[in-house]
Each structure stands twice: as C-alpha cells, then as structure tokens.
C-alpha cells in the first residue's frame, strides 16, 4: 500500500480526528488569546498619556483574570484574559474600566454567528450583504467578509451532507412532526416558487426532540415526502412511529401509510384553524376561533365532539366552506384522545417546527437575489441545530413506554385506570 493511501486510512481512525478536533481548538485559542491581547496593548498604548500627580501612568496592564471555558464551534476552550488598571474617572468621579470588545464577561458561547448567518441567509440578504446587516444588529460584522461566509457555509455544507447519511438504526421515534417551510430566498432554478423545505421531526423513547431529515420539496407533494420517508427508512428507521401530526395540506398524509403504514394520522389545530377562519367574515372569526378552541381544549372526546357537532350547526347553513373544512377531517383532529393527556399539548399542533423558523418564514414577496438549494438546506439544517439547545423534553415522558408497548388510553388515561 502507497503512502497517500496509508494516509487516507489513517486520517479516519478516531485517534486522529480527536488529534485535528484539537489541534482546531488550539488554533482558536491561539487567534482568540493573541486577539484579546492586542485589544489590550491597544488600549492602554492609546491611554499612555493620561498620568497622575507623579507623572505615573493611569491605565496600565495588570496581570490576568482567572482562565474561562468559552464554549465554540470547535469544543470548549480556555482563555485568559488580561486584566487592565484604569485609575481614570469619568465626569461624576467614577472608576472607568476596562471592558473588552472581543470577550465581554458575560461571554461564556460563541453561537450568535453561527445562529445569525443562516437566519439572515433565508431571510434573503446576499452574502456581500452579511456584514453591515449584523452590524444592524448590534453585532461587530467587521471581521465577516463576503469570502469568510462562503468559506462558513461550504464547512456547514459538508456537517450537512454528513449528518444526512447518518444510520438511524438505533433510533425509535414514538411521535413525528412534519412540515413544509418557505423561505424569503429564491431557490435559483427555474420553477423554484413552488420549491420549499420538507422538514421532519421526532420524539424520541426518552422523550427528547430531534430533527430527523431534511429535503426539498416540490409544492410539498406526496412524490416529494415520499422520497424523504423512504430515505429514512433505508437509514435504518425500522419501527413505525405511533402517531404522527403535520398541516392537512401536506402531500405528507398519501405518502406515510405507504412507508409506516400503523403510524396514526393528526392535524395541526393551528393550521386548521387558520384555514377556517379564512373561509368567514372578519366578523364573525372572533367568535368562531372560540369555538374551534373549544374543541381541541374540550377534556375527553365526548365534550370535544359536542363542541365539533356545534360549530358545524352554527356555520354549515351560511359558510358551508368553512363548516366542511372542519368537517372532513374530524377523525384526524381528535386523534391526540387516545394518547396520554401528559402529550397532547406536543401532538395537536407543529409548534416543534413552527417556534423554530417563524422568524424567517415566507410572509412577504421573495427577494430578487436568488441562492442555491444546497446553502438552503445547509441554513435549514444550521437553524435547527442551533434551535436544538433550546428544546424541551416531552411532559410525561414516564409515560412513553406504555405507548411504546401499545398500551390503550381512552380521553388521555390508561384504560385499564380506576
């Protein structure tokens, strides 16, 4: 075997990877630490001529500050931050002080960029542009040229392209949440106003939520999610999930049964609601939202089916639009009563996906700039690890197990309880 060969082996072995995770890590260091270090020098150079009655100077470098663990993209790292003596004191004799730039004390992440550049990518600026935008923001933009963030998004492309080939072999998902989002950016192919992103999540058997997949879509169709379920299958996901909830726009509902035929179907009251509504007067939304809520808010399915029999009677005779739009899909709304009560508030909507891009979803008209589908998906796929941090477990995720292992619930309760 040649040397490049050796080399190729070799650079695959866990041994060397945690060597380069180091040696990134201690290349940040270096560049933090040397910067931090500069901003220093440069501020008590500046403030050399400012001197006391002894013609001693007032701002001079002092030691350093206990060392702190920034968290970053590469691991966390230690740096020690110079300390400074300031005797000066501003118009009100107070102490003024020395407080940097670079690492202020509050300091302890180093996320914003990587939660900021695709937050602006899909809400349509140009990459030229990503500087003074962030500087809008009250973020120092200075350093993020045009040539860094492509440089950023082409290391992100490859996290993403990785993370999609990923075995899911060991992996049991109890629910899903499914969902097509459209973003301000214009995809640059030709017919990419029906494009958009086909986004999937899951709770797993602990009850923790993770982004399963990640694909375009086109006009979210069945073709279109039938491809990414069936990916996720080849992946290595055996086990149907038991229920799973999405919009009933969503080609999603054709393409399930014929990858997970047993998962159970639920809509998204938020969606529902929003389509009736639209079908009414201004008028009379007010109060028809208060009987909408009255329904999935209802504590067992008789009361909730009262309440869906009473909005149908109220409407059907003058807005039978909006009536039979609540109508058709009854089964599929009331669907979260034979789950745990502990769960409904995670199964009747999106929300999981919804909190996660509502800042950055389509509401106006696309921007003129168009980007690539693959930056795309790489921003999508980097929003939702940033989003990740932030997610909450199931309530009542003692009670998986026994949805797991097929145990009935009847209004949100054991059937077999007292």
Known sequence: MDNTSTSLRLATTPVVCNIIDQILRDGARQMLQKAIEREVADYVEQRASALDA?????VVRNGSHPKRSIQTGSGSIEICQPRVNDKRVDEKGERLRFTSKILPP???????????VPWLYLKGISTGGFSDALTALGHDGSGLSATSVVRMKEVWQGEWELWGKRSLADKKYVYLW??????????EDEGSDHQCILVLMGATQDGDKELIAINEGFR????SWLTLLRDVRARGLQIDPKLA???????????LPQVFPTTLAQRCWVHKTANVLDKLPKSLQPAAKDQVHQIWMSATQADATKAF?????????????AAECLAKDRAELLAFYSFPAEHWQHL????????????????????????????CLTMVFKLCQSAARTWRKLKGRKLLPDVIQGVQFV??????AA
């Open 348 to 375: 009747r909507t999106t929300n999981p996906i919804e909190s996660t891009f509502a800042t950055v979803r389509l509401r106006t008209v696309r921007t003129k700039g168009s980007g690539s589908r693959r930056a």
């Open 54 to 58: 002894d013609g001693h100077r007032l």
């Open 411 to 416: 209004d949100g309760l054991k059937k077999n």
């Open 245 to 255: 909830t999405g919009d009933g726009a969503l080609g999603f509902w054709k393409a």
């Open 220 to 223: 979210e169709s069945e073709q």
């Open 106 to 116: 509050y300091l302890r992440k180093t996320k914003a960029i990587e939660e900021l």
């Open 309 to 321: 029999d009473a909005f149908i009677a109220t409407h059907e005779a003058k807005h039978p639009k």
């Open 178 to 187: 499914a969902d097509g989002i459209h973003f301000n950016v214009r995809l």
